[in-house]
């Protein structure tokens, strides 16, 4: 689904990211680890469009999106959840769905697919999304962002600032999406247990480098993962 082919990019003179490779196939979940500062939210918005790649290639089902806008991705079928909060505070949970679904031609029917995933928004809908509870805004970002009925979904830090509770209802709703949606999903995460927990295959990035490849997640001694944060 996903072909990250050796991408570099930064601010200005300032490289971030070196030959930067990594793939992701069809209704699996792959986890990207790594420190404060390791290039994981570069890498996602530079995937996003929202950051031009230097050198590289992007590949999406099958197709070419290196040098597509944000906008053209995310009709191509990618979309992105980022870091902290990005919800409208002052529009409606519905307005803020609506947002996301601004390449759906039925937003009624792409409406009702996503509220069944997250039935709260249901009763929910002329609500402030600025008055929901952290969780429940997070829930509404991705919640948005499958609006647009995406074949890749890419979450920065989905549990950043939640409760336990929270974050173990929220990674069993990426569990769902995965399996019983068939979703592509690449998800960013401090969390080490929880997102190897879910995730079919790791990478470990430092240093705006891909450092590490694990084809199997399972018996992975976390320690030995947060090793490689200081190599």
Request: charged share 25%; aromatic share 8%.
């Amino acid at each position: 689904m996903l072909k990250v082919e050796n991408i570099s990019t930064g601010y200005g003179s300032l490289q971030v990211l070196r030959d930067v490779s990594l793939d992701v196939g069809k209704a699996e979940i792959v986890c990207l680890l790594g420190p404060n500062g390791a290039g994981k939210s570069t890498l996602f918005n530079t995937l996003a469009g929202v950051l031009n790649a230097w050198k590289g290639r992007i590949i999406l089902n099958g197709h070419d999106i290196t040098r597509l806008t944000p906008d053209k991705r995310v009709k191509r079928g990618l979309s992105l959840v980022p870091q902290g909060r990005s919800i409208f505070p002052f529009f409606t949970v519905r307005e803020n769905l609506e947002i996301g679904g601004f390449t759906t031609s039925n937003i009624e029917d792409t409406l009702e697919y996503v509220t069944s995933l997250f039935p709260f928004l249901k009763s929910r809908m002329d609500q402030r999304a600025g008055t929901l509870s952290g969780g429940e805004q997070k829930m509404l970002e991705i919640a948005r962002a499958l609006m647009a009925k995406p074949f890749l979904l890419l979450l920065d830090e989905p549990s950043l600032g939640l409760a336990p509770k929270v974050v173990d209802t929220l990674f069993n709703a990426i569990k769902r999406l995965c399996d019983e949606r068939e979703l592509s999903i690449l998800i960013a995460e401090q969390n080490v247990y929880k997102a190897l927990k879910i995730s079919s295959r790791a990478y470990v990035m430092n240093l705006g480098r891909i450092v590490k490849h694990f084809n199997e997640v399972s018996g992975i001694d976390i320690v030995s993962v947060a090793r490689l944060y200081f190599e």
